[in-house]
């Protein structure tokens, strides 16, 4: 069992930035599949960006590219989520998730083993 706790969300001006937390419970955590989604109003949750078990291996969906950096901290359970640039479309509750797929499969899933409760982040035009 994992659970995943995020932080760091708030509110941004355009071309501010963020950078989300989010903490893991449990001693396997190095053995998962870290990913960023996130769901907008009126939208269907999607993918924002993967990190595989050793951070060597990172996946970004094409409209963050670029901006938004993941990243990861084994020894503190952590995975991060680095948004620079952030823009009013980027407005969203993100989710935290962890999987035992590899990472590249993130792209394409909405069914991760494991969801954290979200964090808003509102970008102001």
């Known amino acids: 069992q994992v659970q995943l706790v995020e932080s760091g969300g708030g509110l941004v001006q355009a071309g501010g930035s963020l950078r989300l937390s989010c903490a893991a419970s449990?001693?396997?955590?190095?053995?998962?599949?870290m990913g960023w989604f996130r769901q907008a109003p009126g939208k269907d949750r999607e993918f924002v960006a993967a990190?595989?078990?050793?951070?060597?291996?990172?996946y970004y969906a094409d409209s963050v590219k670029g901006r938004f950096t993941i990243s990861r901290d084994n020894a503190k359970n952590t995975v991060y989520l680095q948004m620079n640039s952030l823009k009013p479309e980027d407005t969203a509750v993100y989710y935290c998730?962890?999987?035992?797929?590899?990472?590249?499969?993130?792209?394409?899933?909405?069914?991760?083993?494991?969801w954290g409760q979200g964090t808003q982040v509102t970008v102001s035009s």
């Open positions: 998730a962890a999987d035992r797929e590899p990472a590249y499969l993130l792209p394409g899933t909405q069914d991760c083993d494991y």
């Open positions: 449990g001693r396997t955590f190095s053995r998962y599949t």
């Open positions: 990190i595989n078990w050793n951070g060597y291996s990172t």
